[in-house]
């Protein structure tokens, strides 16, 4: 994986334009749903077959040895279906990261055109005449070489989350002839059914840095590895002991992304939410308990997909799922002073509702931080000055909160039976004297200056100081 951080886009996107596209991954999915859908049907045979016979015709202790064979074998069948239905789903996440990938790789044309132009530009540059020209195309090189990484490591991501979770059921196939009519036959059926004893962790990333490099040409590769990073930590310390796979979905929010060409963020919530909801699928056909963490635009994804898992009729049980939400800003921000259903076209973003849900979640958040956590009185100006730091100390910092870390604010069990829990990690310092404290003022200056500046901070939030004046609460002014 190393790999992609150092090869040029001239490699990664010709890597990625020679491939053969989706059509394999798509043909394999609906396959694997047609074998889904034929053990079903033989599972079912078998059963209706067996229990006329033993209900019927064949009485006495031979049938009923018969019988508990049957169960079995019908066990077997049943499990084996559940498990195609779920390499049916992995085959089509896996198209459709492809195509995330393709979308999001920058063409191959596009790179050849880049790199002529810088030598047309240096060969004609006699009297430097063309430096700001080929410093400007530069610096778009950089973030094609920044967007191809950041898709190469995305789909990279995909593929071996699906690779680890299909590698159990291939081995599994390769060794049930020996195993089916033998003592280890019970342990079989639990070994399909239950290929990984590990839990699964699907984090949903937050906004993508693939289009920053135009603003910050030198350093694109790098966001590119943070970003990366990042999102395998999504939701590690909530869940300890779990393995993450990460939703590749694009992340943008349109032209604030950096880039005309960028997806908005109702698209990219939109995708997000399908491939979050094949992931699940995947997941919990296992049987095991999956757990799903959303770091800041994640975290909108999340909400999306409780939505719809709450009108699903085949959604997994309540059981089978938990969810925590970190940072996320529209809970936080967009709630606090838009009305639901507002769009902001900028962004392409239209706020939503929390969701009622079947399923326990957390939703966590840092104080201070303005995404998730915004003064909802915007006219304390020192408010805000100390919440736009939090959100530069606090906002991605909130992936690696841990339970113990966190206060609880409110728990909220919906019509559906799943509880809301809300928590909020604590800032003693103000995150506007955190920069004294990094360098080297002591400590006893900067908790006198905490201790006169935090009750002006706190006065422009209403949970803080409720009688301090009206607020901002779902875009309407509370007095």
């Known amino acids: 994986m190393a790999d992609f951080l150092t090869l040029s886009p001239e490699v990664n996107s010709a890597r990625m334009y020679a491939g053969g596209g989706p059509g394999s991954l798509s043909a394999a999915a609906a396959a694997w749903d047609e074998l889904a859908a034929e053990l079903w049907l033989a599972a079912a045979s078998f059963e209706s077959v067996c229990s006329g016979l033993a209900d019927r015709w064949w009485q006495g202790p031979s049938s009923r040895m018969m019988a508990a064979q049957a169960a079995r074998h019908t066990g077997w069948l ?6 195609a239905e779920g390499a049916a789903s992995q085959a089509q996440t896996m198209a459709l990261a492809y195509e995330a990938a393709f979308a999001a790789t920058v063409h191959p044309a596009l790179v050849a055109a880049n790199r002529a132009l810088v030598a047309w530009l240096a060969g004609s540059n006699v009297f430097g005449q063309n430096t700001p020209a080929i410093a400007a195309a530069e610096a778009i090189y950089e973030q094609m070489w920044a967007q191809d990484v950041v898709a190469m490591l995305n789909y990279h991501a995909v593929a071996s989350a699906v690779g680890a979770r299909l590698r159990p059921w291939q081995q599994l196939l390769h060794e049930l002839p020996r195993r089916l009519g033998g003592e280890h036959s019970d342990s079989t059926n639990t070994e399909l059914a239950n290929p990984s004893s590990t839990t699964t962790r699907i984090t949903v990333p937050g906004a993508s840095p693939v289009h920053a490099a135009t603003l910050l040409p030198f350093i694109g590769r790098l966001l590119a590895a943070r970003y990366a990073e990042l ?4 939701g590690t310390n909530w869940f300890p002991g779990t393995t993450p796979e990460v939703v590749s979905y694009p992340a943008t929010i349109g032209v604030l992304s950096g880039s005309l060409g960028a997806v908005d963020a109702n698209q ?9 909801h094949n992931e699940i699928l995947a997941a919990t056909a296992s049987g095991q308990p999956v757990t799903v963490a959303g770091l800041s635009m994640g975290s909108m994804v999340i909400d999306r ?11 997994p049980p309540s059981s089978a799922l938990t969810f925590v939400e970190l940072a996320g800003p529209e809970r936080g921000l967009a709630q606090t002073y838009l009305p639901v259903g507002t769009t902001i076209p900028i962004a392409g973003y239209t706020v939503g509702n929390a969701p009622e849900s079947q399923y326990n979640t957390s939703v966590v958040y840092s104080q201070y931080d303005i995404w998730a956590d915004p003064p909802d009185r915007p006219w304390n100006l020192l408010a805000g000055a100390n919440a736009l730091m939090g959100a530069a100390y606090f906002h991605d910092l909130t992936a690696y909160a841990a339970p113990q870390q966190g206060i609880e604010i409110a728990a909220v069990t919906s019509s559906l039976g799943g509880t809301t829990t ?6 003693p310092t103000l995150p506007l004297l955190l920069p004294l404290k ?11 200056l905490n201790n006169v500046l935090k009750p002006l901070v706190d006065a422009g939030y209403s949970q803080y100081a409720p009688t301090a004046g009206p607020y901002f609460s779902h875009g309407n002014l509370v007095w």
């Open 78 to 83: 049943a499990a084996a279906a559940t498990q």
């Open 231 to 234: 999102n395998t930590a999504i």
């Open 268 to 276: 990219s919530i939109a995708i997000g939410q399908q491939m979050l």
């Open 305 to 315: 997909e409780l939505a719809y898992l709450a009108i699903d009729p085949n959604a």
């Open 422 to 427: 809300m928590y909020m990690i604590p800032s």
């Open 438 to 448: 990094q360098i080297g003022v002591p400590d006893w200056i900067v908790g006198g």
